[in-house]
């Protein structure tokens, strides 16, 4: 299956602080790219959808303001958490489709915690 | 109310035994997948599927576009089965719309 990397893997950052966090796609094409978070306890919600060339797509409750993305090539996408607060605690996962079909692969993830 | 709901949400299984999941969606989905979510958080892909039957060893998974389901079925649970499963249906563009997840615990 195609590889996808996220880094940092695991993050703490004070109340009102933002933290960056980066998406790697290796040995294919990430034309979009699709971010995602798990709250504790919760299911996979979309945060926005991404893709090259084309204006980002957020989804209801999550926004530009909050949740900046930057998708300048094929390989590549960031999203920062801008004031972070303690709703925003969880799992965020970049995933973009695989070679010849829609088949999604995500990245390990990476765990935000907010003091 | 949840687009795509899963069931049970959690469920225990004796090593060697069999059991099935199941996503019930109400969007109108073109592709379902299936994952595994490891302790560590990563989801692994289990099954990609389009309307249709998908086996892989132990595991079977099938699409129904027209009654708007899909299935998961395990074969001979073993220990490294444990873990939280969510099926995921897709109905435009790349996105995903994800179930609430299925805990397992097999034990021996």
């Known amino acids: 299956g195609a590889l996808v990397y996220q880094y940092p893997r695991r993050t703490i950052c004070k109340s009102g602080t933002s933290m960056r966090m980066e998406c790697q796609a290796v040995?294919?094409?990430?034309?979009?790219v699709a971010w995602y978070r798990q709250s504790p306890q919760k299911t996979f919600e979309l945060i926005a959808l991404?893709?090259?060339?084309?204006?980002?797509?957020?989804e209801q409750n999550f926004t530009q303001e909050k949740f900046p993305i930057s998708h300048p090539n094929l390989s590549f996408s960031s999203m920062t958490v801008l004031n972070a607060y303690l709703e925003d605690r969880g799992l965020y996962l970049c995933?973009?489709?695989?070679?010849?079909?829609?088949?999604?692969?995500f990245g390990p993830g990476t765990r935000l915690t907010v003091l | 109310g949840d687009k795509v709901k899963q069931s049970p949400s959690a469920l225990s299984l004796q090593e060697g035994t069999n059991s099935a999941l199941r996503c019930n969606f109400s969007?109108?989905?073109?592709?379902v997948q299936w994952f595994l979510q490891n302790p560590r958080g990563s989801l692994i892909n289990l099954f990609y599927?389009?309307?249709g039957t998908k086996e892989n060893g132990r595991l079977k998974s099938t699409f129904n576009s027209k009654e708007s389901y899909s299935t998961l079925h395990i074969r001979d649970a073993q220990l490294e089965d444990s873990g939280t499963y969510f099926c995921?249906?897709?109905?435009?563009?790349?996105?995903?719309?994800f179930g609430t997840g299925t805990s397992l615990l097999v034990d021996p």
């Open positions: 995933g973009a489709p695989g070679l010849g079909d829609a088949e999604q692969f």
């Open positions: 991404s893709t090259v060339n084309s204006a980002i797509k957020y």
């Open positions: 040995g294919f094409q990430a034309t979009s």
């Open positions: 969007i109108a989905a073109t592709t």
């Open positions: 599927l389009v309307p």
């Open positions: 995921a249906a897709e109905d435009m563009g790349y996105k995903l719309t």
